[in-house]
């Protein structure tokens, strides 16, 4: 009977990598979000849109992408023809049965290392506007772009959260001038894009297989509930510090230095538990809140770097609606994962043989990031 114990605990375990290393190439960190920011003026709208790097890079002829994702001034420069050339088509507004003109565009490189488009045109007679991404099913599965429509008065006048799949929004204008309307105007009050925030917030910790491999490999040699909630709460207290502050740009660190220190972060914890054999070590809580500021840094970039709220309106409400889906998604995979854990852990060949072999994929798969990170 023993060999089929064995073979029982293996079996998890190898599902287990197999996941794992086939969620890697899809890379471990995307932050799959843009922002589309249109202010409704007297005589005009002006629309600002803003993107990551990477994302500009596939929409961008191979021979005009810049060689980094963290782009410099001399990659804006370089890549400025045909970032112009792409601006008009980013994004479509219908008014009426025609579609507006954009007649003055421009592209700049925004403090975070996003790319920010700047478009302009005529504003029209109509009251209805319609707003469609032009390029949305272009990126990567799962991209949401997060739409806000204000008045000059900076009044909020839509907000919407759209997809591939949904990649419209519409508003009706009051008759007069857009300022003259309250912004709790139900003429003008459309669905909030703060629901759509705690989706993204869930959806992003579930698809960040970093983060997630993180968590996996604090957890694998827990042995108690208590050491658990220390874990989880030492990690969710850290990175929401650091999710606030580096939104709010209070503190500021580039991607380039945040994402290897992750990728650093996961190789330890996986050779930590191959040298502590299994054992849980003591006083891990700390290393949890040291580890969890980095990656805090991580979550952040998903907003900060893609210029929500660069115009100083709306931050607030999507951080915390952010902040709350990552802690609703990593609660979630806790609660499905642990008993799994709890169970395969009263079978010694668990210990003996499952908790080094996860371990040692959690230090490859770390390693393989940070090369991935630094030297690719």
């Known amino acids: 009977m023993e060999p089929a114990r064995i073979t029982d605990v ?22 799959g979000l843009s922002t589309t920011q249109v202010e409704i003026r007297p005589d005009a709208l002006v629309a600002t849109l803003g993107f990551a790097p990477t994302d500009v890079r596939l929409l961008l002829p191979r021979a005009a992408r810049p060689p980094s994702s963290a782009w410099t001034s ?15 088509g980013l994004l479509e507004i219908r008014s009426g049965p025609g579609v507006l003109a954009w007649t003055d565009v421009s592209v700049s490189l925004a403090s975070g290392n996003s790319v920010l488009f700047r478009l302009k045109c005529a504003r029209p007679p109509a009251t209805r506007l319609a707003l469609h991404s032009m390029v949305i099913g272009r990126l990567p599965p799962g991209h949401r772009d997060y739409v806000s429509v204000t008045d000059e008065r900076g009044n909020t006048l839509l907000e919407q959260l759209v997809g591939a799949n949904d990649a419209d929004a519409a508003l009706d204008l009051p008759a007069h001038a857009a300022s003259a309307a309250p912004p709790d105007d139900p003429a003008v009050s459309q669905a909030p894009g703060l629901a759509g925030f705690l989706r993204l917030g869930i959806a992003h910790i579930w698809t ?40 709010l740009d209070v503190v500021s660190l ?13 190789s330890y914890v996986g050779i930590e538990n191959l040298v502590r054999r ?32 660069s115009s100083g309106h709306g931050l607030a409400a999507p951080l915390l609606a952010f902040n709350l889906g990552v802690e609703i998604g990593q609660i979630s995979i806790a609660a499905i994962v642990l008993p799994v854990v709890w169970q395969l852990r009263r079978n010694p060949a668990f210990i003996r043989r499952g908790v080094p072999a996860f371990s040692g994929l959690v230090a490859a798969a770390g390693l393989f990031w940070f090369l991935e990170r630094t030297i690719a």
């Open 254 to 266: 580039p991607s380039r230095f945040v994402e290897p220190m992750i990728a650093a972060s996961i």
């Open 278 to 309: 299994g054992a849980e070590p003591a006083g891990r809580w700390a290393l949890t809140f040291a580890f969890g500021l980095i990656h805090g840094f991580g979550f952040a970039s998903v907003l900060k770097e893609l210029g929500v709220g």
């Open 74 to 88: 001399a990659d804006l420069d370089a890549a400025a023809p045909y970032l112009r050339k792409l601006a008009p």
């Open 208 to 247: 960040g297989y970093d983060h997630l491999l993180f968590l996996f490999g604090l957890l694998a040699v827990c042995r108690s509930f208590r050491s658990i909630v220390a874990i989880i709460s030492c990690f969710t207290a850290a990175h929401s510090i650091t999710l606030a502050l580096a939104t």
């Open 10 to 31: 293996r079996s998890p375990v190898c599902t287990i990598a197999l996941l794992l290393l086939l969620a890697a190439p899809l890379g471990a960190h995307d932050p």
